[in-house]
């Protein structure tokens, strides 16, 4: 069960353990429809039933929802974060059959006062069968002190990447002429940030790093964008950009299917997250790639940095330090 498709780290979770796992198991897929666009990634052999509302807290589908679960016999669930247990633990009530639940909980420091307010109620409603299910031990450990849910509810099941896929670049990946295609030059320095267009992400923090260096360093690097997310946020980091007179060394690249290119041909992952980031998969996509990643110390980015070996981090909310680590990673 999942809030809906849109394309993120927690869909890439689940889409890649449904795959995985669609010949050990029969699942069925009930998606609360915010977003599809992930959905093209699923083995179209698995079956996505579609409970749509009216608003966010449609209690309507409840009854549908219970007899989903009456009329398959459903004996366990996994839900994408809090958000859809809050109809499916009613529906477990109604069907009078309770089953394990095991939510996988995909953030760690809350947006907002609204949100944290949010994660207090969804974790008064956690049941006896229920089992949270995190992707790094950072998660686990702030989760229980932040919201009082005793330890032993939560596992870690750590995020992953295909290293068979993600690896180096294959040897026909013409390097020069995908730098030419986004008219980079063959020996500038280009730093990578996949991230939606969310507030947390903090894309204008990169903006002011990438500013510190072109005035204060005799280097002007790129800086390439990938991702959607929020068009009006994305608007505003475009017009931030021109703000910093930076538009010709700034990339919006967009989605795109297959982001292994943009990895070969950049010195450097980056993010400037500043909450909700847990265990990066574009980070270790990066990684398996050979870049070495600068992230900010937030959620379990201490568990997969090593620094000085694979990267390096760099406080949340501090645009200079990340110009200086960059810089630090350039030159060496």
Request: a positive charge; one cysteine or more.
């Amino acid at each position: 069960m999942t809030p809906g498709f849109p394309i993120g780290g927690a869909e890439t979770f689940l889409i890649n353990l449904l795959n995985k796992c669609k010949n050990k198991i029969r699942a069925i897929v009930i998606s609360l429809g915010a977003g599809d666009d992930a959905l093209r990634k699923l083995d179209p052999d698995i079956h996505v039933i579609e409970l749509k509302r009216k608003w966010k807290y449609d209690l309507s589908i409840i009854g549908r929802l219970t007899t989903i679960i009456k009329a398959n016999k459903i004996d366990c669930a996994f839900v994408i974060n809090y958000f859809p247990f809050f109809f499916l633990k009613y529906a477990i009530d109604r069907s009078g059959k309770p089953f394990n639940v095991f939510i996988s909980v995909h953030s760690t420091k809350p947006r907002s006062l609204k949100e944290y307010l949010q994660g207090i109620i969804y974790s008064k409603i956690l049941t006896h069968y229920v089992k949270l299910i995190t992707i790094c031990k950072n998660q686990a450990d702030y989760l229980s002190k932040l919201y009082m849910i005793p330890l032993r509810k939560f596992d870690t099941i750590y995020n992953g990447v295909d290293t068979n896929r993600f690896t180096f670049p294959c040897k026909d990946f013409d390097s020069k002429q995908f730098r030419e295609e986004l008219q980079i030059p063959e020996d500038a320095f280009v730093i990578l940030q996949i991230a939606a267009f969310r507030k947390e992400k903090k894309h204008e923090d990169s903006i002011k790093a990438l500013k510190l260096i072109h005035n204060n360093y005799n280097l002007k690097p790129y800086l390439l964008f990938i991702g959607g997310g929020n068009p009006d946020i994305e608007n505003r980091i475009k017009k931030f950009t021109e703000k910093y007179k930076l538009a010709d060394y700034v990339r919006f690249c967009g989605k795109h299917e297959d982001v292994r290119p943009f990895y070969w041909i950049s010195n450097i992952f980056t993010l400037s997250s500043v909450s909700v980031e847990t265990f990066s998969i574009a980070a270790l996509e990066a990684m398996a790639c050979g870049l070495p990643c600068v992230l900010t110390d937030i959620g379990g980015a201490n568990e997969m940095i090593l620094n000085g070996t694979n990267g390096y981090l760099v406080p949340p909310n501090e645009p200079s330090t990340l110009a200086d680590t960059w810089i630090r990673v350039l030159k060496n």
